[in-house]
């Protein structure tokens, strides 16, 4: 039986996603063609900003790469655009003159940018924010450019004036409205929204209608209709999008404000459909990316001759997080006539939530600060729950009415709105698959893999699966295949029996191997180094001093590193390490990244004299403990007073050193936003701010690069000190062992980890833990010296 031919226009998140669908469906039912005008595979572009801003690479936000289309046997043409459709011959064409027939034609060509048609928007300078070449554009012209204008006080809009922010540009948001985000917040939670971004270095200039982009041929500055002006050298236009029609309209399809569809999202021509941002339907255009999907999933489901209920249009909701400020609203948030709200507004701690009720039915909500309610008011309005008087307010404070909120979530209720993934569904897939971050979540479930907004969500119930409050019969995996226990109850066991040998713990918890594996041993010694730190200490210290912290090398030679706090040195440790590299012939020299001197291939026969001789402390940090801190000296990188940065950096290293952790644990202090020492890729990444430092968690450099999420910004050294130090010991005692960073605050959760670092009695609780253990090792260190 022939394949039919399946062609796509548009490479988009919309058209993809329907031809997702479409071979999960029926795999073998059609050859597929895929026409994207961008040079590009499927990529997420509502993550942009995150390029923009720094957080995501191009890699970072493809949704489907170059395999996924041979897998799938689909032809891709990108950077070729389809000009011309055929509707008698069943034919489109290309801009590169290029024919290729079809039995079934999918319209997903989205929408364009719309820009002002104002005198000077040709000029040089002067671009869009809605495709990867923007966003490289901007990146490139903020390189050259000091003071930047977005045009549009719309969330695409805002998210382009934080990058810019990021780029190091002085940026004014210039809003024909009164306030932002008209469509999305009511005007209390605008003003709320807007003093935060204030805060970060924004500007805004609202009421105010541009009249000409001034300047020769590159920009120079704004001039607004009231003949005030503002200088500036670069211009955002973000003033919203058009669906673009042009083919369909050229082609002979009905179309009005944008293609008109059915049901099944038929065009006027019965074999030719259309979907996504280009699409009218019963009068509505969406633009959110869970319309889109929803569209796609009924059209995959009628192409494939199956029976399907027709779309029938979607109930808006939108969950944004603007400069990290997070905001969710959904329906009909401003009162009437006919409806009356329930408020409550916190000042102190930047909360705002709304509800808007007719009769007994919440026809829509404003959360601002606090969002993670917003699943159960989405679930009550789209299932037009009734809610009593004396429930009403209740909804407001559902965690305390209800305690752990995922705990409380029925299996049906939606976590993953963009692509509908139901709590049952995630914990069914953790279940059999074994899942335990986010990013595993996401690849198997699609869910927090659209816009990211219920990421915090997802986070929060794969913490509760691994909690002891969960009932729900999701099993978990032994620590090894040693031993039926999980790596919990082992700790648990290990401290009620008061086991402090590896060899107690494997006897008395009846190990199936009696000595145990590579992955059950050493994560029992950390363990029992976390219980009984005298213990391990004393053991662990013996055993460094034995080898002078010398590092072992393939060759059998060592590797000694003298300890220069924050990359600090001298002329007389230099010249002393350069005296003995000559007396003991030591041959091979390296300068780190780290910024440390490694001298290396020492002969073991001589350490000893070597280390006598050099009489300093030598740095021992490889394995599982904190790591040489990265600092940035180079004044070419920029001008900015660099001692503030060393001094931190010096402090933590001398609070921090010979701490073992679940994992090696990599720190960066940068001087200034430049981020010279790579702050945002480190496990804990600081960065100086005009308002002190701001701190970054869950960072990795390895060969997937994650960029870290900002903790807090502490105003002080000695507060940004307390604040890393506590969550160096809240890792250490509450982290799986090998567990990464990013991998421990994906399960906990970063608000989770806020919440005990921000309580003053639990951090002091930890670093007093912190520094006992410190004390101790050093106590051991020079008694162990003195014998």
């Known amino acids: 039986m022939r394949k039919q031919k399946l062609v796509l226009v548009g490479n988009g998140m919309a058209g993809v996603r329907c031809i997702e669908e479409i071979v999960a469906i029926h795999p073998d039912a059609f050859d597929i063609t895929i ?37 799938h046997q689909i032809q891709l043409y990108t950077g070729e655009t389809v000009v011309t459709i055929d509707k008698e011959r069943q034919v489109v064409m290309t801009d590169k003159n290029r024919k290729v027939s079809y039995d079934r034609l999918i319209i997903a060509t989205g929408s364009s940018p719309f820009l002002l048609p104002i005198p000077g928007a040709d000029k040089d300078g002067v671009t869009a924010f809605r495709t990867i070449e923007d966003c490289n554009t901007i990146i490139d012209k903020a390189k050259h450019n000091k003071k930047a204008a977005v045009i549009g006080g719309g969330l695409l809009g805002l998210e382009a004036a934080r990058g810019l922010i990021n780029l190091g540009m002085d940026v004014n948001v210039v809003h024909n409205g009164s306030f932002l985000l008209e469509r999305q917040l009511d005007q209390t939670a605008a ?110 489901r009628h192409i494939c001759g199956m029976e399907v209920q027709g779309y029938e249009g979607s109930v808006l909701s939108t969950q944004l997080k603007i400069s990290g400020v997070e ?7 401003h009162e009437d006539a006919a409806s009356k709200a329930i408020k409550i507004h916190d000042e102190v701690n930047g909360i705002y939530k709304k509800l808007v009720f007719q009769d007994d039915k919440m026809i829509g909500a404003v959360l601002f600060g606090d969002t993670r309610d917003r699943t159960r008011l989405l679930d009550t309005i789209l299932k037009q729950k009734a809610v009593l008087n004396h429930e009403k307010i209740a909804l407001l404070y559902p965690s305390m009415e209800n305690g752990n909120s ?26 059999k698959e074994g899942l335990t971050t986010v990013e595993q979540v996401k690849k198997c479930t699609k869910a927090s893999g659209s816009c990211g907004g219920c990421k915090p969500l997802v986070t929060e119930l794969l913490s509760y699966i691994n909690s002891a409050e969960c009932n729900e019969n999701i099993s978990q995996k032994s620590m090894c ?33 009696s000595n145990g594996c590579s992955t059950c041993r050493p994560a029992i010694e950390y363990y029992l180094g976390m219980i009984y730190p005298e213990f391990e200490s004393k053991q662990e210290i013996d055993l460094e001093n034995e080898q002078m912290n010398a590092i072992g090398q393939a060759n059998g030679r060592y590797t000694l590193i003298p300890q220069m706090y924050g990359g600090i040195t001298s002329a007389e440790q230099l010249s002393k390490i350069a005296d003995i590299a000559v007396k003991y012939d030591i041959q091979q020299i390296a300068i780190t990244s780290e910024q ?102 869950g960072g990795s450099s390895g060969r997937i690069a994650r960029s870290g999420e900002l903790l807090t910004v502490a105003p002080t050294d000695e507060e940004a000190a307390e604040m890393i130090r506590g969550l160096v010991q809240y890792y250490r005692e509450s982290a799986n062992y090998l567990e990464r960073t990013w991998q421990w605050i994906e399960r906990l959760g970063l608000i989770h980890i806020r919440e005990v670092l921000f309580d003053p009695e639990l951090r002091q609780e930890l670093l007093k833990r912190l520094d006992e253990d410190l004390a101790l090792r050093k106590k051991i260190l020079v008694e162990s010296d003195s014998q």
């Not at 509502?46 to 897998?71: F, H, P, R």
């Not at 995922?406 to 279940?431: L, R």
Request: hydrophobic fraction near 40%; aromatic fraction near 6%.
């Open 406 to 431: 995922v705990a409380a979530m029925p299996p049906s209720e939606m976590i993953c709105n963009c692509n509908g993934v139901t709590k049952g569904a995630i914990m069914e897939a953790v279940q």
């Open 35 to 71: 026409f994207g005008s961008e040079p590009h595979v499927n990529y997420n572009r509502i993550l942009l900003s995150t390029v923009l801003q720094g957080g995501m690479t191009m890699d970072a936000i493809t949704i489907n790469d170059c395999n996924w289309y041979k897998e």
């Open 191 to 300: 003003k709320m929204l807007q003093e935060q971004l204030e805060n970060q270095g924004m500007q805004f200039l609202f009421e105010k209608q541009t009249a000409e982009i001034a300047g020769n041929s590159h920009v120079e500055g704004l001039v607004f209709k009231d003949g005030t002006k503002i200088d500036v050298d670069l211009v955002v236009m973000a003033v919203g999008v058009r669906p673009n029609i042009h083919l369909a309209k050229q082609s002979g399809l009905e179309v009005n404000r944008a293609i008109l569809v059915n049901d099944y999202l038929q065009t006027s021509e019965q074999n030719i459909y259309a979907i996504g941002e280009c699409v009218e339907h019963r009068g509505t255009v969406y633009g959110l990316v869970k319309p889109l999907y929803e569209q796609g999933k009924v059209l995959a």
């Open 596 to 697: 440390r001197i490694h001298l290396m291939d020492v002969k073991k026969e001589v350490l000893s004299a070597v280390s006598a001789d050099l009489s300093m402390p030598l740095s021992s940090t490889y394995g599982n403990m904190v790591q040489n801190i990265k600092t940035c000296i180079g004044e070419h990188i920029c001008q900015c007073d660099k001692q503030p940065s060393l001094r931190l950096a010096v402090a933590l290293e001398r609070n921090l050193e010979f701490i073992k952790t679940p994992y090696r644990l990599k720190l960066g202090v940068s001087a200034c936003m430049h981020n010279g020492a790579g702050s945002t890729t480190k496990d804990i990444g600081v960065i100086g701010m005009g308002r002190g430092w701001e701190i970054y968690v």
């Open 481 to 513: 295949p040693c031993t039926a226990l999980t790596e919990d109850e082992v700790v648990k066991e290990m401290q009620v029996l008061g086991l402090t040998t590896v060899q107690e713990v494997m006897e008395e918890l009846n190990w199936k191997i």
């Open 327 to 333: 905001v969710f609203s959904i329906g009909q948030f």
